[in-house]
């Protein structure tokens, strides 16, 4: 099923399959690195092309999977995760297609300068070379990873979950087929072929042969990824996002934003989890009751309390989570100060926002607020890389390194120095 | 000695004296991200008068460290490093003072986008937050890498050679007193006041509480680091640097690149390793005669010995060896693909040069060699942060990620994402 050039064998280790491909990857990667963003997107059309030409093969995969998943008491969440039918597989091709279309940003000049000995400095943007992604049960994860790498010149070596391995191997199939009758390489995008989950720990800690790796999926999922790789990982742990009410916040305004944040979808990343209410907002009654109205939990501290009778009391905990679901804490501070300094200990990084109509409030929150996303009058669910302008989004990066917040095309380069000179020594 | 506000007593496990060390620097961090590029260049010439004051009090803990290092046997050549004298401290103060002139990356705009909604996205440079340096015998990198931190608005956590224990205690005392006087936190730069060795590791595995670590030493310094570090590392371990001189070369330059590459100083880590020569070029002898004649062993390959009696076999390590000394190792190749493929195999990713006449071939090069820094017609010897006009440089970068080449301010900052809404909640 391995649609590479030379399959690799069942016997091979965990630990021999990943060094292999990885040395395949730095292979493919070298010509990735050096081919014209139109021939890239070519291949990505012709990519999308295969998939769509492919679809009955890649539903009776995804049958395959279903049935062991079935058999195997997969949840109802899980098996909707991994289902495929026609509407899905066209939003997969389009989604390759769409990548097609992005700004590449290899061969971009980040600066340039002259030196009075005439050599002349250009930081050129380059791919970063390997990337390892690592997901769970959603098959549209091999396309969209290894579309985005192959646009932004990386290899990529994908490894999803086993309960979604055939329909992962068809729709790679599928990927390589188009991309390599577009004129890439056959090893720009390799997935790993056996289910074995020390590949995983193989991938983790081939510091040199991987050089990001990106997890997608659930909080277990990356939080091994954090705590084993020796590689660098490009990720989010947490969205355990505040949206500070201000006193000069505009009470319509706040009421949206916040019902908005919390409830338009529960289970993203950019959800506000916790809200802060300055002492000083003078009505903050309807606020809470917005969100009771909504059919959101709301948990508060003494004052919150105050304001309605279905409020339940919020312990130390509740400080700290991420619900993911319909439950929000609620806290009142002492102004701007209080907002921040609850933030600076318990947010994690991901997406905080203020509401106000004081610009001069709004810039110090702005400025002193160390998140990823910092965010003035809007909804923190618009942390996403479609809704950022990137147009696609490998992941978002609570990481202090590289690339913050939502991550595409760019977030897959680094640099180089290019030096130009015309005989110069240093003296 | 230890000059921050609280000073830390002896009785604690290195583990724990990081620890507080690290929540100390990221409370400075946090004051440090928010002051202006005045104020915190202001701060930094404080300091420089601050080690100019001091010169007597340094000197004084200087000789204490001589003495010690005398009885210990150090080498001439760690004694040298380790020396402080007047010329030196006022190098120290100077190099403290030219920082504070550096262009402040902080608060730059990398880039600003309006989307259809109205939501109005800008990237933001801002500092990295905590970053430890990890050194060896050199008292300067005390006040060299704190300036730098300082300047970028990250807090420093320093933790330099136990030889040198008392004369980077002297320097960060006064760089303390001046950058306090400036109006900076007493922890922004901290000394780690412990030689237990074990302060290392706990550097190295603490994760979330530095952010970024910098290793100035040699190369068992920067491989332990490597090795063991949980955080991120900025550093290279190698200068495994190649220079192809191509068929179209110009002699007289092809030579006098050569032998400034490889002898102006042998040990630092742009200079010349590997002299690859294409075949079809037409006169290499006078190239190794030059080499030659300048003091430098010629170890070549078949065909290099050819070209003079005194010229040893390389064998198969001469390839992948950073000599440091006045050793090259010579190897011809067809032309450049050749080239190409021998540097992707040896290179270590730190600077890799042609030499030549025609354009397309080092535009083919420059793009596809897959280093740091990549030259046309010029010594491998420019490879530094002053040189690249960079004012200062904390280190030279090989990883992939993040900042590579010569890193100075820039290098020490990331950005994040500021989104200025009028109350967008998303559909």
């Known amino acids: 099923m391995n649609a590479t050039a030379t399959p690799i064998t069942d016997s091979q280790s965990p630990e021999a399959i990943v060094a292999d491909m990885g040395r395949r990857a730095r292979t493919a990667a070298k ?59 066209e939003g997969i091709a389009a989604g390759v297609a769409a990548v097609a279309g992005l700004e590449d940003p290899v061969g971009t000049v980040v600066s340039t300068s002259e030196r009075p000995n005439g050599l002349k400095m250009q930081r050129v943007r380059v791919p970063i070379g390997v990337i390892g992604i690592i997901y769970e049960s959603r098959p549209n994860v091999t396309a969209d990873a290894g579309a985005l790498c192959a646009m932004s010149g990386n290899a990529a070596i994908l490894r999803g979950g086993s309960e979604a391995i055939e329909s992962n191997r068809a729709v790679h199939k599928a990927l390589v087929k188009g991309l390599t009758e577009g004129g890439m390489p056959a090893d720009a995008v390799q997935l790993v072929p056996t289910t074995d989950r ?71 990343c950019g959800a506000l989890e916790t809200l802060l209410i300055d002492r000083a907002y003078p009505d903050p009654a309807p606020l809470i009751a917005a969100l009771s109205e909504s059919g959101c939990e709301v948990r508060g501290d003494a004052d919150a309390q105050k304001l309605g009778a279905n409020i339940a009391a919020a312990n130390d905990e509740d400080w700290d989570t991420e619900y993911l679901e319909p439950i929000v804490s609620v806290k009142f501070v002492d102004g701007l100060e209080g907002a921040m300094a609850h933030i600076a200990q318990h947010s994690s990084g991901h997406t905080d926002a203020i509401v106000t109509e004081n610009k001069d409030t709004a810039d110090k929150f702005l400025a002193a607020v160390d998140s990823a996303i910092v965010m003035w009058n809007a909804s923190s669910q618009f942390a996403d890389g479609g809704e950022f302008g990137l147009g696609a989004e490998i992941g978002i990066s609570t990481g202090r390194l590289h690339a913050r917040g939502p991550v595409a095309l760019e977030g897959l380069t680094t640099y180089k120095w290019v030096v130009h000179g015309t005989g110069q020594t240093r003296p």
């Open 31 to 89: 010509t990735l690195a050096t081919m014209s963003s139109a021939d890239k997107a070519a291949a990505l059309k012709q990519a999308a092309a295969a998939i769509r030409a492919d679809a009955d093969a890649i539903k009776q995969a995804n049958a395959t999977d279903m049935e062991n998943g079935e058999a195997k008491g997969l949840t109802p969440a899980m098996l909707d995760r991994l289902k495929l039918d026609d509407d899905r597989i």
């Open 198 to 268: 020390a590949a995983v720990g193989a991938m983790l800690t081939s510091a040199g042969v991987i050089d990001l790796i990106v997890p997608r999926g659930g909080k277990s999922l990356v939080a091994r990824v954090q705590d084993e790789a020796k590689v660098p990982v490009l990720a989010h742990l947490d969205g355990i996002n505040h949206t500070f009410i201000d006193k000069d916040a505009k009470p319509e305004m706040a009421r949206d934003i916040v019902v908005n944040a919390k409830m338009r979808r529960t289970g993203v």
